[in-house]
């Protein structure tokens, strides 16, 4: 039995020095701030690409081993490799990794994703009705659309007050608007819910090096039950009203994952703001797409593929991961059980080799008919475990976006950041974002 090829230690010391530790310090649940902006002032982000092109070339066979004492660690590094593990999830290729579950173990611990078998399929299918996964626009769109409205309007008008649009102003409103479309309107205030999620979420960023505060996770949970208990029609949550007891598909573990994802959804529309504020091309297309859509904000193909240009420039989730379940034959040697299997998402979404646009805002990438995902470009992920939460994301970011930019023009306030003459720097820290609103003329 051969086994896979195998970096040297100083790669292997590389990869962790370069990649692993400088993403790993972002904050894999909860973004930390301080970890994102010094990211961004050492262009961590760019030197982390250059460092997987470097194993590229110097390993081009593929699964590379990590040489690490402790574990069987390997890196994907050929989309071909990719789209193997991805299609192949969650066997023998499963999201549930050792990292994964302790992390999750802090807000979630019957989460779909650190579960494995018949508890993941039914859980799996919980979130698959209740985001409306196969559906380009969700079925519950005229109550949860008008949450996006409203609360964009409550943005444009506090960045009016202050004088910018800001994260701090702009998460107040989405992080308002997130709980409404999960539980409905009387969830709208209830900040404590969202507080005690962020808590726990600072903790899971330790995985297993940080003791769980049971007693919080279990006052948490508690609460999110009461939450889908009383769910208001036409709210995620409401999908989950009267289930059987004992449930093993345990929703109220399934619901704390749409809290955070949608508040990463915030970060790519943030994001996507400030593409569009420094591309004048591709903003006169958007504005065009906005006065001459007709269906309420359910179809604008063009804002959505802002967004995910969004995400493939800077990924939400840039690691993926997975665990072996058994041993797996590739072409090259043998991947031992419980290997851990990592995909460096921004590796593959900015390698000019493959994609000579790598680096580039160019939203006319998702609007051809081949398809990214040749190159490896996997923002949601893909293959049975991909994003369920993928439609509805990029519904609600490009109705947002719409609502926003309709009367009212952004200047993004480091701006040069953003030049289309220059490539788009690996980071974009949300946090530090700044807009000048101003209303067009003769509205
Ligand atoms: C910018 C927005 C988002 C991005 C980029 C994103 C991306 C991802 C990625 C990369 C995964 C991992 C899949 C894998 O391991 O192969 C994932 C999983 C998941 N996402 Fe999202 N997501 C987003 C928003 C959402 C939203 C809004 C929801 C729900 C409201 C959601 C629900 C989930 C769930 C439940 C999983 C676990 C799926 C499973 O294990 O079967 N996501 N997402």
Known sequence: MTSLPKASVRDTAGFLLDVFIPTAAKGPLLRRPRAEALAERLKLDERAVRRMQE?????????????????????????GHLHAVLTQSPDPFSPASSEKRGA???????????????????????????????????????????????????????????????????????????????????????QELTKMLTRLRKDANWSVLKPRRRGVRDEFLRRVQERIDTAEPGSLASVMG?????DA???????????????????????????????????????????????????LPFLR???????????TTPMILRQTTREVS?????????CGVLIFVPFFHRNHQRLPQADRFDPALWLRDDDQEDWGVVPFSAGPVSCPGRQLTLLLTSTLLSCLLKDTAFTFQDGHRLSPGRPMPGELNPYTLRFTPTVRAGV
């Open 104 to 190: 999750l173990a802090h807000f979630e611990p019957r989460n779909v994703l650190a579960s494995t078998r018949a508890e993941r399929t039914v859980r799996r299918a919980l979130h698959e009705q209740a985001l409306d996964t196969s559906s380009p626009v969700h079925r519950f769109a005229d109550t949860l659309l008008p949450v996006v409205r409203e609360e964009a309007d409550a943005m444009l008008a506090a960045a009016q007050a202050k004088g910018v649009l800001d994260w701090d102003v702009f998460s107040r409103c989405w992080q308002r608007g997130v709980r409404r479309i999960a539980f409905g309107d009387s969830a709208r205030d209830d």
């Open 249 to 299: 598909a345990a929703p109220q573990d399934q619901v704390p994952q749409w809290l955070f994802a949608l508040e990463t959804s915030g970060m790519a529309a943030i994001r996507a703001l400030a593409l569009l504020a420094t591309h004048p091309n591709q903003a006169l297309l958007a504005s065009e797409e906005i006065t001459n859509d007709s269906t309420g904000g359910r179809h």
């Open 55 to 79: 194993l590229d070339r110097k390993y081009p066979e593929g699964p590379l081993l990590l040489r690490l004492p402790v574990r069987n660690q390997a890196l994907i590094l050929r989309p």
């Open 242 to 246: 009267s289930r059987p007891e004992p």
């Open 330 to 338: 590739w072409d090259t040697g043998t991947m031992p059980a419980k």
């Open 305 to 315: 593929a802002t967004v995910l240009e969004s995400v493939r420039l800077w990924p």
